[in-house]
C-alpha cells in the first residue's frame, strides 16, 4: 500500500529547481503518487515595501505569465499534467499552507539551501513550510 497518494512539489524556478523534481519525481514513482507541481509568485508590491505610489499590475502579469511558461516546461520536462501546475501569488509559506490543505496533499517536498548562523535566524521558506504545514514535509539539500 502506498504511502502517499498525492504530494507537492514547490519549486522556485531556478536553475536548483531540476535538483528537487529530481527527487519529487523519484518518489512519486515509487510510490505511485499525483504530483503537483506548484510556484508562487510573490507580489511586486512586497519587494518595494507598498511604498511606491504606482500601478504595479502590469509587472506582476509579466512575472505571473513568466513563472507559467517556466512551470509549463518544467511539467512537460517531468510529465505532470498541465492541470497540475500552479502558479499563485502571495507569500511562499502561507500559499504552499494553503495548497497542500485544499488539495488534500499528503506530502510537500521543498528545496533547502541548509542556511547555518545568521541566515537560519532569518528563517528560509523551508522552515516557514514546515511549520504550518499539517502533513508530511520533506526538505531536499541543494548543492
Do not use: W
Not at 504595479?56 to 509549463?72: F, N
Not at 516546461?73 to 499534467?81: F, W
Not at 492541470?83 to 517536498?109: C, F, M, Y
Request: net charge negative; glycine share 10%.
Amino acid at each position: 500500500m502506498s504511502t502517499y497518494k498525492k504530494m507537492l512539489v514547490a519549486i522556485d524556478l531556478t536553475e536548483e529547481a531540476p535538483q528537487v523534481l529530481n527527487k519529487a519525481k523519484a518518489i512519486c514513482s515509487a510510490e505511485g503518487a499525483e504530483l503537483l507541481l506548484v510556484h508562487v509568485v510573490e507580489p511586486v508590491g512586497y519587494a518595494y515595501g507598498g511604498d511606491i505610489p504606482m500601478d504595479l499590475s502590469e509587472l506582476q502579469d509579466q512575472l505571473d505569465k513568466a513563472a507559467r511558461e517556466q512551470l509549463g516546461k518544467y511539467g512537460e520536462e517531468y510529465g505532470v499534467a498541465a492541470g497540475n501546475q500552479i502558479v499563485t501569488v502571495g507569500r511562499p509559506e502561507s500559499e504552499i499552507h494553503r495548497l497542500a490543505k485544499e488539495h488534500n496533499v499528503e506530502l510537500v517536498i521543498v528545496g533547502s539551501h541548509g542556511r547555518k548562523g545568521f541566515q537560519l535566524l532569518l528563517g528560509s521558506t523551508a522552515n516557514g513550510v514546515l511549520h504550518g504545514t499539517e502533513c508530511d514535509v520533506l526538505a531536499v539539500r541543494i548543492h
